[in-house]
């Protein structure tokens, strides 16, 4: 089993759609948590962190439930430009230092 | 501008030619990573080095060796490529591990190809 797991997609969805990803992780030792974007070819760019309250940023908000192990991201009225993978990524323990990424979910906004 | 560069941006190159991937940061920071990006393999931590002179082992560190003499370099070296060395490479820095911010500043990556 993959320490960090993401369904694949792809999600194709129209614009103004609303999308949610989730990501499992499997180490209960886990202490930071965040959602970066990728664009084809390019490096990833954090998106935002996730905070166990649940953290919101525009059309984007992110949940963590720590006793099932899961992170989630909602992104409301899609846009075009919402167009990405979009990669869950995971600490394996204090400082941060090692890093687990998800394999990533592809999503597809059409018009 | 504050910025993560990588060289070479593309290479292709032959079995057990020794090579390095430069990594150099700008925001002084403490800490940097490099990755290996596979096909549903997702990103995967090779070497992280906390500071000058402090580095450890990622998750796959076998066929790579590092090194940090300044702060703002962490080159990459790949003794005695092999094909399946073959993926893409990003470089990361983060002032000091994403258990503190959270974000990993990337370099745009470096495309090797092991024939």
């Known amino acids: 089993r993959k320490e960090v797991e993401q369904d694949p997609g792809p999600f194709n969805v129209p614009e103004g759609a609303t999308v949610a990803f989730n990501c499992t992780y499997s180490n209960s030792a886990s202490q930071s948590f965040f959602w970066y974007r990728q664009d084809c070819r390019k490096e990833p760019k954090l998106l935002m962190s996730v905070y166990s309250s649940g953290n919101e940023d525009g059309r984007f908000t992110a949940q963590l439930n720590r006793a099932s192990q899961y992170i989630s991201l909602l992104i409301r009225d899609s846009k075009l430009s919402d167009s990405a993978t979009y990669l869950c990524v995971v600490n394996k323990g204090t400082g941060g230092f090692k890093t687990i990424f998800g394999a990533g979910t592809r999503l597809f906004v059409k018009a | ?115």
């Open chain 2, 1 to 115: 501008e504050a910025q993560v560069t990588q060289n070479p941006r593309y290479l292709i190159t032959v079995t057990g030619k020794k090579l390095t991937v430069t990594c150099s940061q700008n925001m002084n920071h403490e800490y940097m990573s490099w990755y290996r990006q596979d096909p549903g393999l997702g990103l995967r931590q090779i070497y992280y080095s906390m500071n000058v002179e402090v580095t450890d082992k990622g998750d796959v560190p076998e066929g790579y060796k590092v090194s940090r003499k300044e702060k703002r370099n962490f080159p990459l070296i790949l003794e005695s490529p092999s094909p399946n060395q073959t993926s893409l490479y990003f470089c990361a820095s983060s002032f000091r591990g994403t258990g503190d911010t959270g974000e990993l500043f990337f370099g745009e990556g470096s495309r090797l190809t092991v024939l």
